[in-house]
């Protein structure tokens, strides 16, 4: 086993200065905390750059709003793409020195919620909160910091029909005949050129009543994700009928149909009875619960428009003030070369795709060390390089931690004070990738540049514990050979902590819990293991089946698969990626 250095008694805690880049630089941010935050620079799609970050507060308070989900199903990877992006914003901002509000809103009531309801029989607040609750439980086993609020749409009525009769005010928003209210495009002067350059031009109605439109996203170099695609993206979801002024003009208030609407969730209001479009809630919400004028919008890239180019109309269109100074959009989550979501059936939820909590842990890493701004692949490789990143970082923290010992900051200051006059060469690395972290956080969350930098700290320890081990079997007297670099090994320890206040990956994840609300408790192995890993013999089969398949051996892929099932897994095909296994 290797050995600690020979230490002399603990000195007085207090005389002793760990020379660890994290403790300084600890030191250095408490110091500065109250004066002013760093400087933190974001791309922007409101202006399609770099921006150097300045709250409205002009101080270190951040109001920041984010797209929620619609909670009639669970939501799937691709979507927890979206949440984990805020979750480094909001953590990078808090490390930088910055008081982050953050608000996220729970659409309750919809088209494909109230269509769900009556096609199982069950009420709006049911199947809502069901799937709220897991959606929080899966926030929870991905290490997300939750929001301040968390506002429902069916619970903000009131501030909904209050912002309609403003635009009314206004001149921007009129009701048709049938009773539904509808903002009028064509009066608010700049719709569509806000996020993306709408090509007004060609928008035309559709047989069904619905716009349709080609539209053109800025496609500046420094926009790569701008990538999905114009037909799916021109439909807006929130269109309810033809009886409008303009072809673009978008509901805000739908009026009650009885061959559609349920009566619970429809409301008598002042502007008659019905329930909410789509766009609405947001401006509502985040009027109410951030002000007129918020620092920082996030949400998918798919949502620049309709979605978020609707909130600024609505909400500029009410107000007359600036809605959001900065717009943070991250790309997609691809499956094979295609998006994925519901609507095209190719989508995995958070409990089948990451069954274990390693797996979880591994998609988070995923995630969070990817360019936010950039596609990304859903793959086994992926999932199995992220896999391995963590078990590496693992076993680094665990023999840091046994060479520490229970007393390890003890032993460690004790260590940096027979040696403060001495150069240490692994303290100087762990500055240097603390500093190199701060950069890339800075840069518009240049994340995979901050993983390279925690990498550079797990190799540094890395590398004492192979010099001490082969330095203990040269030395004949092994009293005499040279032990473990305890200050250095507790800068690297220092310094993992400090930028897992932005990764969020050292963690135990919660047990999940099921629909009826209990809790799964055969995830894990009677050892602690993760029990959802799947078995070799299963990928074996795998493997065979995909090679059958390549051979055009039809029958015997079925075959395969066929045994695939009977051990309890099922294979789900991927157009362009490799097939992902699950746990039936």
């Known amino acids: 086993p290797l050995r600690r250095r020979p230490r002399t008694a603990a000195p007085d805690a207090a005389s002793v200065v760990l020379r660890s880049a994290a403790a300084s630089s600890t030191a250095a941010s408490a110091s500065s905390a109250a004066e002013a935050p760093r400087p933190i620079n974001l791309y922007n799609s409101l202006t399609r750059a770099k921006d150097p970050f300045a709250p409205i507060s002009g101080a270190a308070a951040v109001s920041m709003y984010t797209c929620g989900p619609t909670v009639y199903d669970y939501a799937h990877v691709g979507n927890f793409r979206a949440f984990l992006t805020y979750d480094v914003l909001k953590r990078a901002l808090s490390y930088f020195g910055y008081d982050v509000d953050h608000i996220c809103n729970l659409t309750d009531v919809d088209d494909k919620i109230i269509a769900r309801c009556s096609r199982e029989g069950v009420g709006l607040l049911e199947l809502t909160r069901k799937f709220e609750g897991l959606f929080l439980d899966d926030l929870d086993a991905l290490n997300v910091v939750r929001a301040r609020e968390y506002p429902r749409a069916t619970e903000h009525i009131e501030e909904m029909v209050r912002l309609i009769r403003d635009l009314e005010g206004n001149d921007l928003a009129y009701q048709s005949e049938e009773g539904s209210w509808y903002f009028s495009v064509d009066r608010k002067e700049g719709y569509g050129q806000r996020l993306v350059n709408l090509d007004v031009g060609s928008m035309k109605s559709g047989a069904s009543g619905a716009a349709g439109m080609s539209r053109r996203l800025n496609s500046d170099s420094d926009s790569d ?15 309810y009928d033809a009886d409008k002024e303009g072809v673009r003009d978008f509901a805000l208030w739908k009026a009650y149909k009885p061959d559609f609407d349920r009566d619970d969730a429809v409301w008598d209001t002042e502007i008659g009875k019905g329930r909410p479009g789509w766009h609405l809630e947001c401006s509502a919400m985040a009027r109410k619960y951030l002000g007129d004028t918020i620092d920082i919008h996030c949400g998918g890239i798919d949502l620049k428009f309709p979605h978020h180019e609707n909130e600024i109309a609505q909400s500029e269109g009410a107000t007359g003030k600036p809605f959001c100074n900065c717009w943070v959009h991250n790309g997609f989550v691809n499956i094979g070369d295609e998006k994925m979501s519901k609507s095209k059936g190719n989508f995995l939820t958070l409990r089948t795709a990451c069954p274990s909590s390693d797996d ?30 963590l078990k590496r970082m693992d076993r680094a923290r665990d023999m840091i931690a046994a060479a520490l010992g229970e007393d390890g900051s003890t032993a460690a200051a004790a260590a940096a004070k027979e040696e403060e006059e001495e150069e240490n060469p692994i303290v100087a690395a762990v500055q240097r990738e603390v500093a190199n972290f701060e950069a890339a956080l800075a840069d518009d969350l240049s994340m995979p540049r901050a993983a390279a930098a925690l990498f550079g700290v797990v190799k540094a320890a890395e590398g ?32 993992m902590e400090r930028m897992d206040r932005v990764f969020g990956i050292f963690y135990d994840v919660p047990k999940p819990r099921r629909e009826d609300g209990t809790v799964d408790d055969e995830s894990e192995g009677e050892d602690g293991d993760d029990g959802g890993a799947v078995p070799e013999e299963v990928m074996a089969l795998v493997s065979e089946r995909t090679a059958a398949k390549e051979a055009k ?27 992902i296994v699950s746990q039936v």
Not at 555 to 564: F, T, V, W
């Open 225 to 239: 994700s701008d990538s999905e695609s114009p037909a799916a993206a021109a439909l807006d979801a929130d269109e």
């Open 464 to 495: 004492e514990f192979k010099r001490a081990k082969k330095a203990e079997k040269d030395d004949e007297d092994a009293d005499d050979a040279p032990g473990l670099d305890l200050a250095g090994l507790a800068a690297v320890r220092d310094a």
């Open 553 to 579: 051996d039809w029958g015997m892929a079925d075959s395969l698969r066929d045994q695939i099932k009977d051990m309890g897994y099922v294979v789900k095909d991927v157009k362009g990626g490799e097939p």
């Open 360 to 389: 979880v842990r591994a998609y988070r890493y995923l995630i969070v060390s990817s360019q936010y701004r950039n596609p990304l692949s859903f793959t086994e490789t992926a999932m199995g390089a992220a896999r391995g990143a």
